[in-house]
Nanobody, 116 residues
């Protein structure tokens, strides 16, 4: 059974940092892309960051220079370090797994709230 186990969300003050983790299990042994998308109330889901098995990264414009994604392939885990957090970063962050020919898989979502 495939699973994306997310952790690390919570409440943080503006300017603070959080680290999200997503551990994948039960997926086929194939090159893939993992990362996060986020959705705030009343807004469309948007790209946060993704990283391929080979280490190629992609960031949404709103988080470039502040968020950094990495992965530990032996552990099948990806990490998102979020720095200089702003209230606009408040959203549910969904871990995503994708490979060519295989449908997207999504984690349950982790709430990140940036507030004073």
């Amino acid at each position: 059974q495939v699973r994306l186990a997310e952790s690390g969300g919570g409440l943080v003050q503006p300017g603070g940092s959080l680290r999200l983790s997503c551990a994948a299990s039960g997926f086929p042994a194939t090159s893939n892309t993992m990362g996060w998308y986020r959705q705030a109330p009343g807004r469309l889901r948007e790209l946060v960051a993704t990283i391929t098995t080979e280490g190629i990264t992609r960031y949404g414009d709103a988080v470039k220079g502040r968020f950094f994604i990495s992965r530990d392939n032996p552990a099948n885990t990806v990490y998102l370090r979020m720095n200089a957090l702003e209230p606009e970063d408040t959203a549910v962050y969904y871990c995503n797994w994708f490979a060519a020919g295989v449908r997207n898989h999504w984690g349950q979502g982790s709430q990140v709230t940036v507030s004073s």
